[in-house]
């Protein structure tokens, strides 16, 4: 049996312990490694480990291997997300497999770190019918009404979200519709209207590079992904796109404009011909600027590995080696990691940016509370200095622990609280908030509603 808890009041980027059980009795939790940390806001820079694997529910000594070398990697870095290629949980995507290929395998990362997955050929038992009632919809709860940022999808087979200065798409290269006309391309054309983000990661199962295990030149989902999906995502900015499906590790240049057969592959298309490696980096302009490059990782081997002849003319690299990625994005830098099952470094690319990241907002200097009647407090404040993007509300009961109210954008000076109870006191403070983080905190005021 499912169950989803949803969770409200929390502040952005904020650490939180919890334990999960019935009116009797804890079930698990209300331990040192039971926590989450909210997202941070939209458009904030913040340091951010990404962990990335593909086709990985084999349930065999090669998932453990690949994912203990992570593990030893990163040490007591927290991993913020984590990111799953398709092929979840081999062979079919049943229950049984789901709860041995990602529930018993990562019980660890599961507790405290979010995973954002995408659909497989092995998670659907081959089938190109979207079923909503798979186990994979069964055991992820994702957005569809743009919960955590983006444009909704109206659908969990594709979605994007936010996490700091990054957006991510998440693409179904398996059961949608991959026409450029289709309900999908539609959405994607959009969404990437929508995003002001610094950074776009764009991630789905069936690469439209490879020479892997799988020829990305007589596929048909590699070629329509390929042709259809990629001018959007170029067009819109995209930095990296990552897939799977081929059990191999292979690596771009930093490409544009490449979508017609390996033969096809012209000096034009390569933005950047050189390894991407620091102090020798992709250079690309801030923002999302169209065609200026992405590179594209093809990352299946975090299960089993498959060969292949490995011979694509975009990569500046192809392996046959059990690894998985790590993505950190540090402000105006992402740098990529392909870790082997023996935490071995085996290769590393870094694309950089000029910052488009400002300064942090000065405080409100001043908030009043007003009771206006039982269950009214009208707030209201001055703008410290009119450089926020909004301005975030929140109240106490006791004065000491305050939990989020509400957001607002930068012209608003006022608001209405309409939760109080009768004849009690309540404490508010607000902070001013733009791409560059949260100012300080204003006063504390308070005020106490009215008896009836």
Same mark, same amino acid.
């Given at each position: 049996t499912e169950h989803v808890v949803q969770v409200s009041g929390l502040v952005p980027d904020t650490l939180y312990y919890y334990a999960v059980g019935t009116t009797n009795a804890s079930l698990a939790g209300d331990a040192p490694d039971y926590f989450f940390a909210t997202s941070p806001r939209p458009g904030t820079a913040v340091p951010t480990r990404i962990w990335v694997l593909g086709d990985s529910g084999t349930r065999s000594a090669a998932q453990y291997a690949v994912r203990d070398a992570y593990y030893n990697f990163t040490g007591s870095r927290a991993t913020d997300l984590w990111l799953m290629l398709g092929d979840n949980a081999y062979n079919s995507g049943t229950d049984a497999e789901f709860q041995g290929a990602v529930f018993n395998a990562y019980p660890a990362t599961l507790r405290n770190s979010v995973l954002w997955p995408t659909l497989g050929n092995h998670d659907t038992a081959g089938s190109t019918t979207h079923v909503p009632t798979r186990p994979y919809f069964q055991m992820f709860t994702l957005p569809t009404n743009a919960e955590a940022g983006g444009v909704p999808s109206g659908t969990e087979q594709y979605y994007s979200f936010d996490f700091g200065n990054i957006h991510f798409i998440c693409l179904d290269s398996m059961t949608a519709s991959r026409a450029t006309d289709g309900p999908m391309a539609n959405w994607l054309v959009n969404d990437l209207a929508a995003t002001l983000s610094d950074w776009i990661i764009a991630y789905w199962h069936h690469p439209p590079y490879t020479k892997g295990g799988h020829n990305s030149d007589t596929a048909t989902d590699s070629i329509q992904m390929r042709q259809n999906i990629l001018p959007i995502l170029e067009a819109g900015g995209v930095d990296l796109v990552l897939s799977g499906h081929s &059990?191999?590790?292979?690596?771009?240049?930093?490409? /544009?404009?490449?979508? @017609?057969?390996?033969? %096809?592959?012209? =000096?034009? *298309?390569?933005? /950047? @011909?050189? *390894? @991407?490696?620091?102090?020798?980096?992709?250079?690309?302009?801030?923002? *999302? !600027?169209? &065609?200026?490059?992405?590179?594209?990782? !093809?990352?299946?081997?975090?299960?089993?590995? @498959?060969?292949? =002849?490995? /011979? &694509?003319?975009?990569?500046?690299?192809?392996?046959?080696?059990?690894?998985?990625? !790590?993505? #950190?994005?540090?402000?105006?830098?992402?740098?990529?990691? +392909?870790? #082997?099952? $023996?935490?071995?470094?085996? #290769?590393? +690319? $870094?694309?950089?940016?000029?910052? %488009? !990241?400002?300064?942090a907002p000065a405080a409100p200097p001043q908030i009043a509370a007003k009771a206006v009647d039982t269950k009214r407090i009208d707030l209201s404040w001055s703008d410290g200095a009119g450089d926020g993007k909004g301005f975030e509300i929140e109240r106490s009961s006791d004065g000491k622990t305050f939990a989020l109210l509400a957001s607002v954008a930068a012209d608003v000076t006022a608001f209405t609280d309409t939760i109080p109870q009768a004849n009690r006191r309540y404490y508010y403070r607000v902070r001013a908030f733009n791409r560059g983080g949260s100012s300080a905190y204003s006063n504390i005021a308070n005020a106490k509603t009215r008896r009836h």
């Open positions: &059990h191999v590790y292979e690596r771009s240049y930093l490409l /544009n404009g490449h979508y @017609g057969p390996s033969s %096809s592959l012209t =000096s034009g *298309n390569i933005v /950047n @011909g050189g *390894n @991407g490696r620091l102090p020798a980096p992709y250079q690309k302009p801030a923002g *999302n !600027v169209a &065609h200026q490059g992405a590179v594209y990782t !093809v990352a299946g081997s975090s299960g089993q590995t @498959g060969g292949g =002849s490995l /011979n &694509h003319p975009a990569m500046y690299l192809s392996l046959n080696v059990l690894g998985s990625l !790590v993505v #950190d994005v540090l402000t105006n830098q992402m740098t990529v990691t +392909f870790l #082997d099952s $023996t935490s071995v470094t085996r #290769d590393t +690319f $870094t694309i950089a940016k000029p910052s %488009s !990241v400002s300064s």
